[in-house]
């Protein structure tokens, strides 16, 4: 079963800033069947990347994802006050079906 | 409007039950698998169980496995999870989920989730 291990735990950036978050599996994932959400407090998930890098609709470009295999990355261009918020990437489409999760990365303002 | 609400959380005992609803609307529910992924207080996401759009394919995580059941009734519009059994760990907020398969009998991505509903085990 692959656990998907993110860093950091927290990262702390002004608005404006650029933010590499790292989602790393512990086997290949295969196709690049990986998403990422967001979610803000007291607020569901939304999807914002799925096939590793194909951006959901309605998501602003400043988002994107990239990766192949165990390692991959989001990267929020340059950070609006809205994007604020706790980053986590899924796996999907292995075998046993499971929907894994990695523990998520909080972005928070520096 | 495309959307999911979910209903039935609540304060149970350690072994009750409870059955969780979600009712879909603004799209063809029976052409999508469903899903349940739910969030403990201040932990992070976990896939709980998972149902094909016919509703023939049901998957679980192991922790829930021969404790809780995913049904869904496409007439109505509507996706379930019958929960038995409860234990204190299963205090969370449990999220429906409009789940893309990309790969059958796999798990997909999921692109629409619903506001949860909180579900808190206790004596």
Known sequence: ?110 | EVQLLESGGGLVQPGGSLRLSCAASGFTFSSYAMSWVRQAPGKGLEWVSAISGSGGSTYYADSVKGRFTISRDNSKNTLYLQMNSLRAEDTAVYYCAKTIVVVPAAIGYFDLWGRGTLVTVSS
């Open chain 1, 1 to 110: 079963e692959i656990v998907l291990t993110q860093s950091p735990g927290t990262l702390s950036l002004s608005p404006g800033e650029r933010a590499t978050l790292s989602c790393r599996a512990s086997q290949s994932v295969s196709s690049s069947y990986l998403a990422w959400y967001q979610q803000k407090p007291g607020q569901a998930p939304r999807l914002l990347i799925y096939g590793a890098s194909s951006r959901a609709t309605g998501i602003p470009d400043r988002f994107s994802g990239s990766g192949s295999g165990t390692d991959f990355t989001l990267t929020i261009s340059r950070l609006e006050p809205e994007d604020f918020a706790v980053y986590y990437c899924q796996q999907y489409g292995s075998s046993p079906p499971r929907g894994t999760f990695g523990q998520g990365t909080k972005v928070e303002i520096k």
